[in-house]
């Protein structure tokens, strides 16, 4: 089989890497993919998503998988689809339970799904209302996409009006934030689940924990996130069902009433709030890093997963998760996340010892190939997987393997799933 992985970061290396494990795989293509991702398949460079309908034709792609939200929300699933080629992911219409903070919210109000009281307005007047019904710290969120900048934790009732008002004049966001969401703050600990979804069927995988802020003990700014590690003890199987049973089956379910099955990863943003699950968002693909860390956990064939996925078959499927457990460190470029750093070649020493080499990898996201060397050109550049017995035993396989890692500028947390160790 044919695979084409649309992307070019961590998430979309990781998924190549498992499909080029899985032996019903023949080629690999990544469009537009980065520099390490050619040397587990092809990279397809395209101009628009007609250019790279024609070319999965050329080359007898048998499947497509998105790795991003962009392409998704762009409808490239309902393109290719219409094109007579098959895809993994989300229609345009439910992508929205992403593109659109609205959409979702009202999505979760109208099927009984547990969330943050909130309300929707495009009115600074009515928000500061609502806003004034609040205690602090209070919530507000651009409605659109706006690169997990959108959402303001406001800590007096004025910064919440500041926030809500550069919003609705279109001076933070432009369009994103012509409607906003204000909300009630959870106190909890969060959560990320993700599904495998077909429209109907869904297949869970582990909890994973992120690792958002840039430092340790989560300190400084926001990132794209900075590790990831799961299964997390954090949820026990009461919780786990709890999510099945509250989450999961209504969304799918009340996905297909409003007409538009959601088919492809749906992943959970939920917060634990005194044992009792909420849904702070959706998002409608894989989370980068949790995708490196949650790739090497599938024991069956991914491959089929994901083409189940896309083909309304994943009641014939039974999928088998490893008893392991997985730790991803990312590794970022010197001015990660306030500006892009020069390029620094990457080298990577040779590992010794041959329990190690078997129980980690590097999954490569902003680099680029020069001249045969890889160099790191993004901000977050590669991320550092070990698995283990334990968390401890996967966390500790996964700093050895970053301690053979060597660029310019590398920074790196130390704490990654401490919450799993305290
Ligand atoms: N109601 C809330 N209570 C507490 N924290 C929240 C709430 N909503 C969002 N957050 C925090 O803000 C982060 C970003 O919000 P989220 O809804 O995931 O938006 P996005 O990922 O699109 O930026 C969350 O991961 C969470 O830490
Ligand atoms: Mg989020």
């Keep these: 089989m044919n695979v084409l992985i649309i992307g070019s970061g961590g998430r979309e290396y990781s998924i190549g890497l498992a499909l080029s494990q899985d032996e019903k795989v023949d080629k690999i293509y990544f469009a537009p993919g980065n520099g390490a991702t050619a040397k587990i398949g092809e990279n397809i460079s395209y101009e628009s998503y007609d250019s790279l309908i024609e070319s999965a034709k050329e080359k007898m792609i048998d499947l497509t998988i998105v790795g991003p939200e962009a392409p998704l929300v762009d409808g490239v699933v309902d393109r290719f689809k219409a094109a007579g080629l098959k895809i993994f992911g989300p229609s345009q219409a439910a992508s929205q339970l992403e593109g659109s903070k609205v959409f979702m919210k009202n999505f979760l109000k109208k099927y009984e799904i547990p969330t943050a009281r909130y309300i929707e307005t495009d009115n600074i007047d009515e928000a500061s209302q609502f806003i004034d019904s609040l205690s602090t710290p209070i919530v507000v969120k651009a409605d659109g996409l706006c690169a997990g900048k959108g959402v303001i934790i406001a800590q007096s009732h004025e910064e919440a009006k500041e926030a809500a008002k550069g919003m609705l004049s279109g001076e933070s966001f432009g369009d994103a934030g012509k409607r906003v969401i204000v909300e009630e703050f959870l106190d909890g600990y969060e959560l990320s689940v993700f599904a495998i979804c077909d429209g109907e069927e869904y297949k869970l995988l582990p909890a994973a924990q992120d690792h958002k802020r840039l430092l340790d003990g989560d300190q400084g700014p926001n990132t794209g996130g900075m590790g990831a590690y799961a299964p997390t003890p954090l949820i026990d199987e009461a919780l786990y069902r709890a ?74 499927l039974d999928i088998e998760i490893s008893e392991q457990k997985c730790v991803g460190v990312v590794m970022a470029s010197q001015d990660y996340p306030y500006k892009s750093s020069k390029p620094a ?51 500790d396989r996964a700093y050895e393997l970053a301690a053979h890692v060597h660029f310019m500028g590398k920074q790196c947390r130390m704490d990654i799933a401490y919450q799993a160790l305290s």
């Design 243 to 316: 999510i099945e049973e509250e989450v999961v089956k209504p969304t799918l379910k009340g996905m297909q009433a409003e007409g538009m099955p959601y088919e492809g990863v749906l992943f959970m943003g939920l917060m634990i709030v005194d044992s009792k699950v909420k849904v702070l968002e959706y998002n409608v693909r894989f989370g980068d890093p949790e995708c490196e860390i949650l790739m090497p956990l599938i024991r069956s064939s991914v491959f089929e997963l994901f083409d189940k996925g896309a083909s309304g078959k994943l009641n014939e």
């Design 345 to 395: 070649e990457i080298i990577v020493d040779e590992i010794v010892d041959p329990h190690l080499r078997e129980h980690c990898h590097i999954s490569y996201a902003g680099v680029s190939e020069i001249d045969g060397k890889i160099f790191a050109t993004g901000g977050r550049v590669l991320v550092c997987v070990g698995l283990g017995e334990s968390i401890q035993e996967a966390r």
